[in-house]
């Protein structure tokens, strides 16, 4: 971990206690340029820390609170006629800011889920015909319950793949908790945080990870795990291309967090785990034997020689 990155953690650590493990997994995201979709049950945090994150950064934030209702317009902004110069005005929605929390994503329809699309992958929106580009660095952190939760839309395949990681917060440790209640009585647990890292800071980093050097073995490597998605007997529908090239620019920020600027396989093993198992769609088989994404692509990754 480099001096700035351990700033960065420690100050999000301030308002979220005792998920050091998870902090670690949000900032390889922001390192990797990919977006993050966080799923627990309600009142796990999953807002404040998306917050805490956006708190620590000198960048623009904008919260959207998915609704049922909520339209397309809302996100993207909508084109408007203005009577005094006799011209339609692009008033542009809360995707034009660098880091956007949409909160409660799988409650909103799938028309507005996607119109998120567009901005996570090319990094711009198209209102009224017109192409505008969204500032840098750019993130969205998605939030959403569990698909048994009432009143949620299951995220497209399509909407998946788009985000790099998917996340859980899960219940806190007992020490956790007791520090985290204590925190709460004295009044500190949602103090503000201050900013600790400019956007230029994230440029900078983001260019940094794109010189960490992978070698041929360790490409094949990620190949073969994405391939073994795609010919396993338990999986319907493999990862796509983009989830291969997400795994290896994970892989570049996993190394950069741990201070290399080269990778090893175990950066190859923790991002395959990050990026992959929410993309891979299981049979109907599978899924009656109870099977998971994570142990159908644990048991991929146990039958692959691991380069040396």
């Known amino acids: 971990m480099n001096e700035k990155t351990d700033v960065l953690k420690n100050n999000i650590e301030k308002r979220i206690v005792g ?3 998870l902090i670690d997994k949000l900032i390889i995201a922001l390192l990797a340029q990919g977006h993050v979709l966080i799923e627990d049950v309600p009142g796990m945090g ?4 998306a917050r805490a994150l956006a708190d620590s950064l000198d960048l ?35 995707i034009m800011n660098n880091i956007v929390l949409a909160d409660e994503l799988n409650r909103t329809s799938p028309k507005t889920q996607a119109a998120l699309l567009e901005a996570m992958e090319e990094g711009k929106v198209t209102i009224d015909g017109k192409d505008i580009k969204l500032p840098q660095p750019f993130m969205v952190i998605g939030t959403q319950n569990p698909k048994e939760q009432a009143g949620t839309y299951p995220l497209p395949e399509s909407q998946l793949d788009r985000f790099m990681m998917r996340l859980s917060v899960g219940y806190p440790k007992r020490e956790d908790a007791i520090k985290m209640a204590g925190l709460y009585l004295a009044g500190d647990l949602h103090e503000e945080t201050q900013a ?13 990870v ?11 490597y990620a190949v073969m795990i994405a391939e073994g998605t795609r010919n396993h007997q338990d999986i319907a529908c493999g ?5 291969l090239l997400a795994l ?12 290399r600027d080269y990778c090893i396989p175990e950066d190859v093993l923790s991002a395959a785990s990050l990026t992959l198992s929410h993309r891979i769609i299981l049979t109907a088989q599978a899924r009656m034997n109870r099977l998971s994404g994570p142990q159908v692509l644990k048991n991929i990754i146990d039958h692959i020689k691991v380069p040396s």
């Not at 999953?46 to 820390?49: E, F, N, R, V």
């Open 19 to 21: 998920k050091g493990e």
């Open 46 to 49: 999953k807002t404040s820390l």
């Open 60 to 94: 623009s934030f904008s919260r959207i609170q998915c609704t049922p209702d909520t339209m397309p317009g809302d996100i993207v902004g909508i084109s408007v006629y203005n009577s005094s110069t006799a011209s339609f005005e692009v008033i542009p929605g809360p």
């Open 196 to 208: 600790v890292l400019t956007g230029d800071d994230i440029v900078k980093m983001r260019e940094e």
């Open 210 to 220: 794109q010189k960490v050097q992978v070698n041929e073995s360790l490409i094949d």
């Open 239 to 243: 990862a796509s291309p983009r989830a």
């Open 248 to 259: 290896l620019r994970c892989a570049q920020a996993h190394a950069m967090y741990e201070g």
